[in-house]
């Protein structure tokens, strides 16, 4: 028996008309859109990880935003434990929020340095209608435990100046978890942060996973770190997602050359191993005048003329089902 899907994305797109002014009359982008997110779907089981990797600008953190609510889709649709996102919201906001949260990257600018750890803490607890102050003082001494902001107690009163980008990120964490949801977004958790305070990130949202049951995206650009905490990944590139599949798999066995690229791009920490790094020639094409076709085509080494008429579609490799790849020049393991 398989596990229980807890989010499902169908066929999820993200458009944003490009502004209209004077330049505009003269320019090839008059009446298009970004597609920040092209036609995404995926799932997530219960206590599993699923890492959305690719560069900046590639609509991943947009993907995001979208699950938790926090923009609206052009079209498609999100499930929650069966239950559309859009009409859940609509219905019962204040519940939605009990389901879905998001941990933002930036752990200095997502809290309010005139609030002190107590208060930040607390203020979702109040906004669900929590108003039994021991009551709400026990969840946030839990909360703040289970994050690694021990002892509790003496960290109730201070002020995020107080607290180094690690204790305020566990804070963001703490924040997002207290009204125990079912779902959660985390955008580049760890990228503002030192390289010693970053595994162990890593480490309190994989323990959340398998306490809560939670069922975590993971957003990074960092393939480094997605072996540490998915079960899966997911590749973006210009608003859609290349190839997705078992992360070990995917790791150990790219088939799409966007993805062997990025891999071939970690660094290897024995000095005496090497591996063969594949270039990626020229820039990212233009997201409002997309070319015709794969969208990786222009900088794909292995691109041929079918390539750039018509788009792909994730297909399953032989090898694997679950592993899925957007290329029509595939070479299997």
């Given amino acids: 028996m398989g596990k229980h899907i807890m989010i499902s994305v169908v066929a999820l797109k993200k458009y944003f008309p490009v502004v209209s002014g004077i330049r505009s009359l003269f320019s090839r982008s008059r009446g298009k859109s970004v597609k920040a997110v092209d036609s995404v779907s995926f799932e997530i089981p219960s206590g599993s990880v699923l890492g959305l990797v690719g560069e900046s600008g590639c609509g991943k953190t947009t993907a995001g935003r979208i699950l938790v609510g926090l923009d609206q889709a052009t079209s498609g649709e999100v499930f929650i434990n069966g239950e559309s996102g859009q009409e859940l919201r609509k219905k019962d906001l204040k519940g939605f929020y009990r389901k879905a949260q998001m941990i933002f990257q930036d752990p200095y600018g997502s809290i309010n340095p005139q609030h002190n750890v107590s208060r930040i803490l607390s203020k979702p607890l109040w906004y669900q209608g929590v108003r039994d102050r ?80 939670l069922s975590l995206l993971y957003i990074t650009h960092d393939l480094a770190t997605v072996g540490h905490i998915c079960d899966r990944i997911a590749i973006m590139y210009l608003g859609k997602i290349v190839e997705i599949g078992p992360a070990g798999t995917v790791l150990d066995h790219p088939l799409h050359p966007y993805t062997g690229a990025l891999i071939s791009a970690i660094p290897i920490p024995d000095p005496d191993t090497h591996r063969e790094e594949l270039r990626i020639a020229g820039a990212i094409p233009d997201p409002i005048n997309l070319p015709p076709g794969c969208r990786f085509a222009p900088r794909c080494p292995k691109a041929e003329n079918a390539c750039r008429q018509k788009e792909p579609g994730l297909i399953p490799s032989a090898a694997d089902p679950e592993h899925q790849v957007a290329c029509f020049r595939t070479v299997e393991p």
Avoid at 142 to 163: A, I, M, Q, R
Avoid at 186 to 193: F, H, R, V, Y
């Fill in 134 to 213: 021991a009551a709400v003082r026990r969840k946030t001494l839990e909360t703040l435990d289970l994050v690694g902001l021990s002892p509790p107690e003496d960290f109730l009163e201070k002020y995020p100046h107080l607290l180094s980008g690690g204790q305020r990120q566990r804070l963001c964490i703490g924040r997002a978890i207290i009204l125990d949801p079912q779902f959660l977004v985390a955008d580049e958790p760890i990228s503002m942060l030192d390289v010693s305070i970053k595994a162990g990130i890593i480490a309190l949202l994989k323990t959340l996973v398998r306490r809560k049951g």
